[in-house]
């Protein structure tokens, strides 16, 4: 048999062996949950700093696109401003031409008479010679030119109201309402650009004749003609042809 100190000390060793146990499984545990809660930590911050990143990259598109849109608005109102100055120096040419032999001092005051009586006469007009003045200006001025040109727009270049231009409008036999009257105009433009710039590109001419859009204008064009601007052009070559040689 075993002396009984003997025995204590091998209970004792047990005992702490087992307290070591039960102290390393406890250490182990509480290490185990920090690194869970690290890697939890570490996962959210992942998540967040992706998050942060799919935001940034958003903001970046979304400020690309309206850098886009502004090019594109500078752009119109540069081309804008070119035709505002072309419409201009075509008016100043035709004031010079009648003005030359009026005095500095009384050139105001004479155009003021000339601006009161054409509005004057053309208030007094009937219906369908005020839409040939219309028609007439509008040629000059190129305002079915411009896409999107709206009734105010016209009105207020015309000098007129804007129901006394639809007034006008509305008087025609065909073509009564203020959009098919501008894609008459539009198309009948289209037409002489097909025969006079043979060379242009169908995307050149529609854009050149006012409408929005080169597949609005095939469209439009295929509807009223029966044919596509492309056989339009070559139709009439053949036509202009035949005729050169007879």
Request: neutral net charge; contains cysteine.
């Amino acid at each position: 048999m075993q002396d009984p100190l003997t025995l204590k000390l091998i209970i004792v060793a047990m005992a702490a062996t087992f307290v070591a146990v039960i102290i390393a499984l406890i250490l182990s545990y509480r290490i185990s949950r920090k690194l869970m809660d690290h890697n939890v930590d570490l996962a959210r911050q992942v998540h967040e700093g992706n998050h942060r990143q799919d935001h940034s990259l958003n903001a970046l598109l979304q400020a690309e696109t309206q850098l886009a849109t502004v090019q594109r608005e500078k752009d119109a109102m540069a081309q804008e401003l070119v035709d505002i100055e072309h419409r201009l120096k075509l008016a100043e040419d035709k004031l010079i031409g009648p003005s030359h032999f009026i005095g500095t001092s009384d050139l105001s005051s004479h155009l003021l008479n000339q601006e009161i009586e054409t509005v004057s006469n053309v208030a007094q007009m009937s219906d369908q010679k005020l839409m040939d003045w219309i028609d007439s200006k509008m040629d000059e001025m190129g305002l079915h030119l411009k896409a999107g040109v709206t009734l105010k727009e016209i009105a207020t270049a015309l000098g007129l109201t804007q129901r006394r231009v639809m007034q006008a409008i509305k008087a025609r036999r065909d073509d009564n309402t203020l959009a098919e009257y501008l894609t008459t105009k539009r198309l009948m433009t289209a037409c002489r650009l097909l025969t006079e710039q043979p060379h242009w590109t169908i995307d050149a001419v529609a854009h050149d004749a006012g409408f929005g859009g080169t597949t609005t204008f095939r469209t439009i064009f295929r509807k009223r003609f029966g044919m596509s601007p492309k056989q339009y052009r070559e139709k009439k070559r053949l036509v202009e042809g035949s005729q050169e040689e007879q």
